[in-house]
């Protein structure tokens, strides 16, 4: 089974749509066998689910994603799991083994205010601090747990 993690400098990227880099690692057995980095080629938003899908890609482990980018991977049958940060590798090793703890809802809802830091989706206003919820008001360093996108 080929997994993808959104990546950037060893991380798992936070935006989805505006990635532009991908590991893919094969896993099986619960190990992971080897992965690699692989560029979007500018390629964003609900199109990435058709280069996924055109990479082989069964499963995508990513922080914050859209509604419209849900939409097209579930299309595609590509498994999503989100709310995922922290290192590609161990969220890899993490899915891989059965205990990647990810977000039930992956929907960035973006009626919210956020501070300035992370956003999960490609629109929205952010002001300090990290996550994205449910139409709330966010303030500095404070997340929306299971329903948000991000965990620190």
Do not use: P
Not at 104 to 133: I, P
């Amino acid at each position: 089974m080929k997994v993808a993690v959104t990546y950037e400098n060893g991380q798992v990227f936070q935006h989805f749509g505006r990635t532009e880099q991908f590991k893919v690692y094969d896993v099986s057995d619960g190990r992971v066998n080897g992965g690699k980095v692989i560029g979007t080629n500018g390629t964003g938003h609900g199109a990435l689910a058709g280069f996924l899908k055109a990479e082989g890609v069964h499963a995508l482990i990513c922080g914050g994603i859209g509604g419209g980018a849900q939409m097209a991977l579930a299309e595609a049958g590509i498994e999503l799991y989100a709310g995922v940060s922290g290192s590609a590798d161990e969220a890899a090793r993490a899915f891989a083994e059965g205990r990647l703890s990810f977000a039930a809802e992956a929907n960035c809802d973006h009626h919210g205010h956020h501070g300035e830091g992370h956003s999960c989706g490609d629109h929205g206003h952010h002001g300090e601090g990290h996550s994205c919820g449910d139409h709330g008001h966010h303030g500095e360093g404070h997340s929306c747990g299971d329903h948000g996108c991000h965990k620190d």
